[in-house]
């Protein structure tokens, strides 16, 4: 059973409250800082009418492995289908002395840990770092640290006996989620009349916290506490997990990024890291400060800042922009943006159905999703940086809410995109700067989305990349003359079309495209839009056709499919990104091959 209670029980909530400011910490990732200490209330949208409640989601969920499950629970979360009771943060003080000088530091936390549904029927949710961090940053919020969740358990009037289960390969599962969370309830349901919903509880879980040693301990999950009645925790800090380990007994419960000092409205972050004052909130020293070339550049009101990326010539960034688009920047970590070379930025819109991790892709580890092995952007940006030595090479990942950007956009309309694109543009104020628009499967949504909110196409674009992704094309929405009226701009710009013959494809022995509805036919169709002005020279090799026009600033690659195999994502795989971004170059076909052996192999990260 789900908790449930009476519905004239519930809190009431209040109003969200802007966020301003933002800082880097290696241990905590990109942390949202709300906007000042005195907000009370998570920055989410109030909670849908159709939203499902705790039982239904953990039944809709309950087959899905831990990836898949918690694009759902974030979502979920984003969107507002939280319990009211959590939105409104609750004050912890802590006080302590700093040399001769005492302080008082007061943070605000949500007052029980993250649950999915209503406050009526509600399933609190185990989650790994990395969903949590993405629901930290939306909010304007962090996770605890090992001294906050002491504090926080020393203050909470009401403190509940912890219910372990006996360890099992099904600890990981929803199943045993929901039979945790059911005898939590049973707990809380009875400390209702003294302690309503919205007082500050502890003792129920395990808490997913920040720590100065996650800097060296990259890829693990810091767990702490799960305290009993008499203050003492079941679970001493851990960090022996991978953290992709999430079992029954996690919780995540959001600090708000902006505490109050003495008074006065302080970064939490800022506490963490200063060399003295650290004390007040980390009980294990201060956390390092990441030193920051672009920090301080502000996207959707947040100030931002850089952190070391996975190989020490990178550097990366993440931060969420509303509605619900979840950012990752990857950078060069070696030349600093100040110098001569232009930024050459590439936004990349994401399939279908994958995360931004699976997207940039890493070798596969035992229990791993398939998805993390079949694009490699990250490997493939990898080689052309080799290769390129005239610009710096930006990637932007821009992973759409729910995992599709065909349905934001029916959802969120197509006026928000160019506001998103002149925020990444932003990251680098003053600095010479060209862009590539680039997607794969239902990404090219997001670039049509940018091409039909704006009348004509800016000139900071130079290359437009379409990698099986056209299925938005329409001559009647303009697509066509846009095009042609930005390819006739200058020479510099470039049109790619990788596409390949989906109508002839089977899935469990059916065909599952229209050959006019799919990429094969939306592509032919542009092309011969183009071609009543651009003439087109046409070749077929192996079975590739290759169209061109303007010299090659135009190249449609159009691959025949007579054994009706699936090679939506293989097109990518197979050296498709790297392509897509050379073609019409002096460099196109240089050390690699399109559709050939994949070249980036030793680029892979962990």
Known sequence: MIATMSANERPVSRRPQRRIGFESLIAMGALLVAAGASAQTLRLPPRPGNAPTGRAFAESVAGLDRPAREERVVAELLRGNLPDYLRRLVPVTLTNSVGDAAHRLTVWVTPDYLAVGSDADYLLMPLSPMAARRIAEATGCQLPTRRLVDAIHAKAPLKLVPQPIPPSPEMTTLPVFARHNERVWEQRRAALPEFPLGTLVAGDKKDVVVSPQLARRPGKVAIYGWHQTNGVPIQPLYLGHADSWVDYSHGVRLVAGTANLDGEDKSLAEILSD???????????????????????????????????????????????????????????????????????ILYALPNGNTIEQTVGRRLLPDDDWHFNIQHIGAQMRWLRQRETNEVLVVAYLEAAGLSWPAWVRKNGVDPIPGYVDRLCALFPGKALTLTLNGHSGGGRFIFGYLDALDRIPGRVERIAFLDSDYGYSKSAGHADKLLTWLRSTPRNHLCVLAYQDYLALLNGKTFVSEAGGTWGRSLAMKADLAETLPFESSVENGLQTHTALGGQVVFLLKENPEKQILHTVQVERNGFIHSMLTGTPAEGEGYEYLGSRVYDAFIQP
């Open 275 to 345: 060399p003295e004052l650290n004390g007040l909130a980390s009980d294990e020293g201060a956390f390092e400060e990441v030193e920051s070339p672009g920090a301080g550049k502000t996207v959707e009101g947040d100030e931002t800042g850089w952190r070391p990326g996975p190989t020490l010539d990178e550097r990366i960034m993440d931060f969420t922009l509303n509605p619900g688009v979840r950012v990752h920047v990857n950078a060069p970590g070696g030349v600093p943006f100040n110098e001569a070379r232009r930024i050459h930025l």
